[in-house]
């Protein structure tokens, strides 16, 4: 049972770019949550998907950052002309269909977002 | 304002003494989880506390809730080289309209040989 999957694992992009971080849940899994996190630091919480639905954005800049979870597909997370403050670790986990009380989660291991 | 307000943020200690790392809150959480990430990887869950004053016990790792679920606490017996890492706390409370989960800030632990 393959666990969640991020690629890449390293994105390398200069100011102004694109940067594209994909996202595949764990199989039979349908809640993806994505996270931010910088070095000595704990995760910051940026959005929370259903697939086709945003269920929670609270945690995501307005600006430049958008992400989705299409029907067929991993789950997209997107970051417009990059500036360096986005460099960060940028980490995907996924949990059961049904998110109840335990809302536990499983995480992949992290796409490192360096910005030139 | 942290919601979740984990501590000591960071500590050094010698193979072989205890610790404990605390998980504090004013809100009421409908579970609490505790995760270790290692340099490089995504946090990898522990445990999942749910009852009020709940103790789980992991090999040389200790979990309790506390009797209010506002907060918990994570001792480790006889620490080894292998607990280095960043321990993450996150309570699991009903939001707006879904289960979040509110994360400390996390406690980088170090164990020297």
């Known amino acids: 049972n393959a666990g969640v999957m991020q690629n890449p694992r390293h994105l390398v992009r200069r100011r102004g770019q694109e940067a594209r971080l994909r996202c595949s849940p764990m199989?039979?899994?349908?809640?993806v949550y994505w996270y931010r996190q910088l070095p000595e630091e704990g995760l910051k919480f940026m959005v929370y998907?259903?697939?086709?639905?945003?269920?929670?954005e609270s945690g995501m800049p307005k600006e430049r950052f958008s992400a989705e979870f299409p029907k067929e597909g991993p789950s997209i997370l997107r970051i417009q002309q990059v500036v360096r403050g986005d460099s960060a670790a940028y980490f995907c986990?996924?949990?059961?269909?049904?998110?109840?009380?335990?809302?536990?989660?499983?995480f992949g291991p992290g796409t490192r977002l360096t910005v030139l | 304002t942290q919601l979740l307000e984990q501590s000591p943020q960071f500590l050094s200690i010698q193979e072989g003494e205890n610790l404990t790392v605390y998980c504090n809150s004013s809100?009421?959480?409908?579970?609490l989880q505790w995760y270790r990430q290692e340099p490089g990887e995504g946090p990898v869950l522990l445990v999942t506390?749910?009852?009020g004053g709940e103790v789980k016990k992991l090999k040389r790792l200790t979990f309790q809730f506390g009797d209010a679920r506002k907060d918990s606490s994570l001792h480790i017996t006889a620490a080894q080289p292998g607990d280095t890492g960043l321990y993450l706390c996150?309570?699991?409370?009903?939001?707006?309209?879904?289960?979040?989960?509110?994360w400390g800030a996390g406690t980088k632990l170090i164990i020297k040989p």
């Open positions: 986990a996924s949990s059961p269909t049904v998110a109840g009380a335990h809302n536990e989660q499983f």
């Open positions: 199989k039979g899994h349908s809640h």
């Open positions: 998907l259903q697939k086709e639905n945003i269920i929670d």
């Open positions: 809100s009421v959480f409908s579970s």
């Open positions: 506390v749910v009852t």
């Open positions: 996150a309570g699991a409370r009903w939001g707006d309209s879904n289960y979040q989960l509110i």
